[in-house]
């Protein structure tokens, strides 16, 4: 799916268990460095993925390469990869620094350089003056650092990140994806990431693979996912989107909320007969479409208070609409369930996509 150079591969990779296909031809290159996330909905084939990866599984078709050799078979052991698990997989009986120190232990490192290096890891994670205290001691944040520390403290080749922030509050949440992001950049080590938050996905990753149903939906930066949805699937899944159903006509969109001129757009090229109209919901806005903008009359349905924002359901000609409105503007326009309020939204805050 990706044409990014290839330090980690999977070439047509295929899993089942019995006569359950979970995997269906991925086919996936990683450069060396780049930070990945994978995200889609439970059983789209995210953790499989993972594991075959690792090694703790292998595909019923295809393989997997890493830096041009053939690692489909390779037991996990001797793959020189790191795992970070959601739950931390800490050893309770060690302190923070025996803890870390493991892996080095297990490959002998002598006791000088094993000492700097878990000195100095330690100190990257913020956790040196801990070293000395028992897992059972810290908070959930601190031994989630201790996790990445041992992960990272043997240099590995590929670090597997499964869904390292997932046991965490969401101020601790934001810290760690702060401090993954900021290794990530000081080492250069190559990180896969599973998992359900997209936010969090779209915040870490150099690019985000969206899986469903055991394919890759589509692959890219961040940006271009969530702005540029490749199908109804992804537009639907990645971020908040209305979807509005209709057919180009000659240059025209027509649907239930009316007729709009796509004006030469370059992802309608082509584009005739059953399509859809892919919004944001922070790019509908309230009021009389301005010159040049295009607009609707719309019904109130639900208000949904979001803390800073409000959002607004609302129906236009049988199709559902949600809109982020400003706490304090909504509350100044004392919505009405039932009333019917103009929407508005620029022609180029529409994505187009050819329906199936």
Known sequence: ??????????????????????????????????????????????????????????????????????????????????MVFQHFALFPHKNVYDNVAYGLQLRKVGKRELQQRVDAMLERVHMREYARRRVGELSGGQRQRVAIARALVIEPRLVLL???????????????????????????LTFIHVTHNQSEALALADRVFVMNDGRVEQSGPPAEVFNAPATRFVAEFVGRNNLI???????????????????????CEGLHGPCTAVIRSDSLRLGEAPDGAQGASAQLQALE????????????????????????????????????????????????????
């Open 305 to 356: 208070y979001g803390g800073s924002y409000v959002t607004w359901f609302l129906t236009a000609g049988g199709t559902q609409l949600q809109l982020d409105v400003r706490a304090e503007e909504s509350g100044a326009l004392r919505p009405a369930i039932g009333q019917r309020y103009a929407v508005w939204w620029k022609p180029d805050d529409a994505h187009y996509l050819r329906s199936a």
């Open 162 to 188: 499964d869904e390292p922030t997932g046991a965490l509050d969401a101020k601790l949440r934001l810290r760690m994806q702060s401090q993954l992001k900021e290794l990530h950049r000081e080492l250069g």
């Open 245 to 267: 159903d209709g057919t180009v006509d000659g240059g025209d969109f027509v649907s239930p909320l009316g007729s709009f001129r796509l004006n030469g757009r370059a992802d």
């Open 1 to 82: 799916m990706s044409t990014s150079a290839g330090y980690l591969e999977l070439v047509g990779v295929e899993k089942s268990f019995g006569d359950t296909a979970v995997l269906h031809g991925i086919d996936v290159s990683i450069a060396e460095g780049e930070f990945i996330s994978l995200i889609g909905p439970s059983g789209s084939g995210k953790t499989t993925t993972l594991r075959i990866i690792t090694g703790a599984d292998q595909p019923t078709d295809g393989s997997v390469r890493l830096a041009g050799a053939d690692i489909t078979f390779v037991p996990p052991h001797k793959r020189g990869f790191s």
